[in-house]
């Protein structure tokens, strides 16, 4: 299994996209990754970690894209971005997937650009996994990439998301809600009431709107909305998560009588940081092209590197999920052209 990883990208390239790298070069003997950047700073980046050299190749990019760089111009214009190289040689065929805690809207562009969209998929979703109160992770799409989703694209996501569900997480038979203000089926804007009529003739396993306040207890194990709310979503739960832990943390430093009861309580502080620790998955499958592009924080250290590569890149590798995804769009052919379903 061969992995093209952008080593450029991302708040702490290379650095800690090189160190989660070998992590997971480390856990899973039948990895090779291609690290994609500019060779004197990985090849530092690389000194004095342990790994199989005949596993791991540095491709030299001069060129890096930007966090503030435009999207479309940096993609089209870069041409040895360390980015463009590594979604090159996923289109070439000389690795299985491209990962990248890049600038986000250049990645999408370029796996539009580079990959193409599946057959039956108007525009691609990006796909998260959160964890929950109830130990099952839930599947949320779009968070990011459509801001704008049509109700006709929203049930594509639905496929795509149960899909995922069915094959990384090992659900049979996913519950798919979609996200709305209540419940009830007149609640919502024009565009979720919409959806809900066509999730229900469309959508196998679909259990109604689900709220907010239920995302996290058991309700549904894919979650549909459009990239607008899916972003918000993501951002304010990956937040709030990060707060209560940094709280915990600090207070258990400044008092010796926090820290002797966190030593009584340890078993359940780790179940917590497990249940609400956003880094779990590590990133974000742009879904619907055609070939696997993983997108992680900008903010991404080592663990979330390796996260991404362990329980993203590799079972969607494994488990050939893209040709499952190509299977089940079969199924949406006539909404992708946006077909009327008032």
């Not at 995922?164 to 996200?179: D, F, K, M, S």
Request: charged residues 20%; glycine residues 12%; contains cysteine.
């Amino acid at each position: 299994m061969q992995i093209a990883i952008d080593a450029m990208g991302g708040d702490y390239a290379p650095g800690e996209i090189v160190r989660g790298a070998v992590a997971a070069l480390q856990a899973k003997e039948d990895l090779h990754l291609f690290l994609v950047g500019q060779e004197p700073r990985v090849l530092e980046a690389l000194q004095g970690l342990s790994y199989p050299p005949e596993r791991l190749t540095v491709v030299h990019a001069a060129e890096i894209i930007h966090g503030g760089d435009d999207p479309g111009l940096a993609i089209r214009g870069k041409k040895k971005a360390s980015m463009v190289m590594a979604l090159q040689m996923v289109r070439e065929g000389q690795a299985d997937a491209v990962l990248s805690a890049g600038n986000t809207g250049a990645l999408m562009a370029g796996g539009l650009i580079f990959l193409g969209r599946l057959s039956g998929v108007s525009r691609p979703a990006l796909l998260a996994v959160m964890p929950s109160f109830s130990g099952q992770a839930v599947v949320i799409l779009d968070v990011g990439a459509n801001m704008d989703a049509r109700p006709e694209q929203m049930v594509q996501y639905a496929y795509m998301g149960r899909i995922y569900a069915q094959q990384l997480l090992g659900l049979p038979e996913p519950r798919v809600g979609l996200l709305n203000v209540g419940t009830e089926q007149r609640k919502g804007n024009a565009q979720v009431k919409k959806a809900f009529l066509l999730f229900q003739e469309y959508v196998p396993g679909f259990c109604g709107n689900i709220e907010g306040t239920d995302l996290f207890f058991d309700t549904a194990d894919v979650v549909v909305c459009d990239g607008f709310v899916g972003n918000i979503l993501l951002k304010i739960s990956e937040g709030l998560s990060r707060g209560i832990l940094g709280y915990l943390k600090a207070g258990f430093r400044r008092s010796a009588r926090y820290r002797a009861g966190a030593v009584l309580l340890l078993p359940l502080l780790r179940g917590l940081r497990d249940k609400i620790d956003d880094t779990e998955y590590g990133g974000a499958p742009l879904v619907g092209v055609k070939g696997i592009c993983i997108k992680c924080h900008g903010s991404s250290r080592a663990r979330t590197i390796e996260q991404a590569i362990l329980r993203q890149v590799y079972p969607f590798v494994q488990n050939n999920v893209i040709d499952l995804f190509r299977k089940a769009l079969l199924d949406t052919a006539g909404l992708a052209q946006g077909e009327d379903h008032d």
